[in-house]
């Protein structure tokens, strides 16, 4: 591992340490057994580190619904594991944590990672409309839009309405 990995893993294991709250480039430094200078080598702030740990969760999930795949489920059965891994990932990376921890002038920064990452969530619902030949009224880039937006709006809010949503997406979609 080398030294800015090392950093980063330490950071994050110290952002994600509900005993000690205290996180700041100081605090990495001293964790990390390195001068402050060397975490300022490889991040400009606390922000920085933050917007790695957002980038991370987002290739982690992508990553692993691609992996998910499965032709034997139906498409709201995929919807509800994409759902499922979201909230899995958002309670691991703390991931409204991350965001309100942001600095003001990194805040447009980590949404323009959120949308980036969005894309390819939207992506992949709308691959997977096309491989489960969905019949809806609704375009497939509408839909899966939506699709992605209310599930990545449910988990930000803490709002685990899963069933009510499945049961509009029923209506709205012929398996």
């Avoid at 893993?9 to 100081?26: G, H, Q, V």
């Avoid at 059965?77 to 759902?83: F, P, S």
């Avoid at 965001?99 to 949308?115: A, C, D, M």
Wanted: hydrophobic share 35%; aromatic share 12%; with cysteine.
């Amino acid at each position: 591992m080398n030294q800015k990995e090392y950093i980063y893993k330490t950071a994050k294991e110290t952002i994600f340490n509900k005993d000690n709250p205290t996180f700041s480039m100081r605090t990495i430094a001293k964790k990390c057994d390195v001068g402050i200078g060397t975490v300022y080598k490889y991040y400009g702030n606390k922000s920085d580190i933050l917007l790695d740990i957002i980038k991370e969760f987002w290739l982690s999930y992508v990553t692993e619904i691609k992996e998910q795949h499965n032709t034997s489920k139906t498409f709201t059965e995929t919807i509800k594991t994409y759902y499922n891994t979201l909230l899995k990932y958002s309670i691991e990376f703390n991931y409204n944590m991350l965001v309100n921890e942001l600095t003001s002038s990194k805040l447009k920064r980590g949404k323009e990672l959120h949308q980036h990452h969005q894309v390819h969530f939207i992506d992949i619902i709308h691959n997977e409309m096309t491989l489960k030949q969905i019949t809806t009224n609704i375009p497939y880039e509408s839909l899966s839009a939506f699709i992605a937006d209310y599930l990545v709006m449910t988990v930000k809010t803490n709002n685990q309405q899963y069933d009510q949503f499945e049961l509009v997406l029923n209506e709205l979609i012929c398996e």
